[in-house]
């Protein structure tokens, strides 16, 4: 299939959801996609490489849970773009959804759902622990800079879904055999530890995983500052990642703050995103703003662009072919012609 007849079926599935965006947009008076329309347009059909082995869907089963953490601009053009991942897996206590799994070549990042099938398994929803490991034999991979959170507005008494980051690209992980991310709940443990088995309780999780792609299914721009500092630029976040970055060593220098931040786009316009969205900066390994301060955006900051690990989610998508660079904090950082 060629990009043209691939275009062609997707326009065709995606057409409900273009009625649907144009009966919700007459309804508002003001939208982040009109207030940036002169400047970026919100990727209406991203040119993405959907991988053969990849089924795709084209509707998210936690729809307003992943909005959450996208946006209902996001979860759009995730369903539109077919990053609706699908994987399923429950054990008769715990049914383990990814709802969408993104990646850039540095980054794994999305959002899964723990839904509880039995009254008694609701409370073991907010004890839910995940280690990394190969799926071939088991061994487990002590990789660092992972993240992992839920939002009070993505859960409710039976669900909860979380935002999840992983680094692809590490010293330590042989990218070559697949990752897989298995759930646990943590337990306290008084005796003599053997084994990191002795911490954990599968009780509730026992057969809830799942497996990481290792190939970038979204577009993708690599943008560069006058000093050689290179980003990767994704419709979902900007961000770089040094496989050999020691997060023990350089956790100190991980911190950092971004006070602002402009889009600049292939026609040369300005689009000053902080601005737009009335805040006044975002500092890294904190909290961030909340959804009510960045306009229903769940932005996201995490360590230094000199370091080797930084990682700023938009909280939305952008037409990556839109853009041709971002300024921030003054510094130019501009895709190579």
């Known amino acids: 299939m060629n990009e043209q007849e691939y275009m062609n079926i997707t326009s065709k599935i995606d057409e409900k959801y273009v009625v649907e965006y144009k009966v919700i947009e007459a309804k508002r008076n003001i939208t982040l996609r009109k207030r940036i329309r002169t400047a970026i347009v919100v990727a209406a059909a991203l040119a993405v490489m959907v991988p053969v082995s990849v089924i795709a869907y084209s509707k998210l089963t936690h729809r307003d849970k992943v909005s959450v953490y996208y946006s209902e601009e996001g979860v759009r053009n995730i369903e539109e773009n077919m990053l609706a991942n699908g994987f399923t897996v429950e054990n008769g206590k715990i049914r383990l959804t990814v709802d969408t799994m993104m990646c850039d070549g540095n980054y794994v990042e999305g959002v899964y759902t723990l839904t509880a099938l039995t009254e008694d398994a609701k409370e073991h929803l907010d004890n839910a622990y995940t280690y990394r490991c190969y799926a071939d034999n088991g061994e487990e991979i002590w990789c660092s800079f992972v993240d992992e959170h839920m939002s009070s507005d993505a859960r409710n008494e039976n669900e909860i879904s979380f935002w999840f980051k992983y680094p692809l690209r590490a010293s ?51 943008l560069r500052s006058e000093d050689g500092t290179e980003l ?22 991980a911190e950092d703050e971004i006070k602002s931040f402009v889009f600049i786009t292939t026609d040369g316009e300005r689009y000053d995103f902080f601005r737009d969205l009335g ?41 990556v072919e839109n853009i041709s660079g971002v300024e921030i904090n003054g510094v130019a950082y501009m895709e190579e012609k």
Do not use: C, H, M
Not at 182 to 192: D, L, N, S
Not at 232 to 253: H, M
């Open 279 to 319: 805040i006044s900066g975002l500092v890294s390994r904190t909290d961030g703003v909340s959804l009510e301060e960045a306009k229903g955006l769940s932005l996201e900051l995490i360590g230094n662009i000199s370091s080797g690990n930084f990682y700023f989610k938009f909280g939305t998508a952008f037409d």
């Open 232 to 253: 990767t630029l994704s419709p979902f976040s900007l961000n770089n990642l040094d496989k050999y970055w020691d997060f023990y060593q350089n956790e100190r220098f």
């Open 172 to 222: 330590i992980i042989d990218d070559s055999r697949t990752n897989r991310i298995v759930f646990y709940e943590e337990i306290e443990y008084t005796g003599i530890v053997n084994d990191f088995n002795d911490f954990r309780d599968y009780t509730y999780y026992e057969g809830i995983y799942f497996d990481l792609i290792s190939e970038p299914n979204v577009p993708t721009k690599t």
